[in-house]
């Protein structure tokens, strides 16, 4: 999977909002997530990143 600035994915848990897709931010080393449910962003590593990721919506 390819991912881009602007991107929508489904995460395989939910956040604590209850919501469980994110807006990418930024990609590269490092990916920033932001919750479409409540706004908080998360910045991961790649790996990590890639792992929480289920599905590019
Ligand atoms: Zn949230």
Redesign the pocket.
């Known amino acids: 999977m390819e991912f881009n600035v602007g991107d929508i994915i489904k995460a395989r848990k939910k956040?604590?909002?209850?919501?469980d897709k994110w807006e990418i931010l930024r990609v590269g080393v490092d990916f920033k997530l932001k919750?479409?449910?409540?706004?908080?962003i998360i910045t991961l590593n790649r790996e990590k990143a890639l792992k929480m990721i289920k599905e590019k919506m």
């Open positions: 956040h604590p909002c209850g919501e919750c479409v449910g409540c706004g908080h």
